[in-house]
């Protein structure tokens, strides 16, 4: 054996494979669904532009595409909404 050899470090063993549901995550898991309650509260805080990077990487990740659309134009509904009775209330007087 060269002193090269002898030198280096001996790698530590790896750790035994544990099987799923052992107390670990697996990290190829999916993220749990958001709900459409979690979906609208994205929404309402997104029609402000008040959204965290954090935030938003997990909404990217969590948010249902559908819901965030169904969202949206309930929102932009309501929005409506509020400005039609605003101005109805306001040139009423």
């Given amino acids: 054996m060269a002193d090269d050899e002898r030198d280096r470090p001996v790698p530590a063993e790896t750790?035994?494979?544990?099987?799923?549901g052992q107390g670990t995550q697996r990290s190829d898991a999916q993220p749990r669904?958001?709900?459409?309650?979690?979906?609208?509260?994205?929404?309402?805080?997104?029609?402000?532009?008040?959204?965290?990077?954090?935030d938003y990487?997990?909404?990217?990740?969590?948010?249902?595409?559908?819901?965030v659309i169904l969202g949206a134009l309930l929102g932009v509904?309501?929005?409506?909404?509020?400005?039609?009775?605003?101005?109805r209330f306001a040139v009423a007087k």
């Fill in 15 to 20: 750790p035994a494979r544990q099987r799923p």
């Fill in 33 to 54: 669904a958001a709900s459409f309650g979690a979906t609208m509260k994205a929404v309402f805080w997104s029609f402000f532009g008040v959204r965290k990077r954090r």
């Fill in 77 to 87: 509904a309501l929005f409506i909404g509020i400005l039609l009775v605003a101005v």
């Fill in 57 to 67: 990487e997990d909404d990217a990740a969590r948010l249902n595409p559908v819901h």
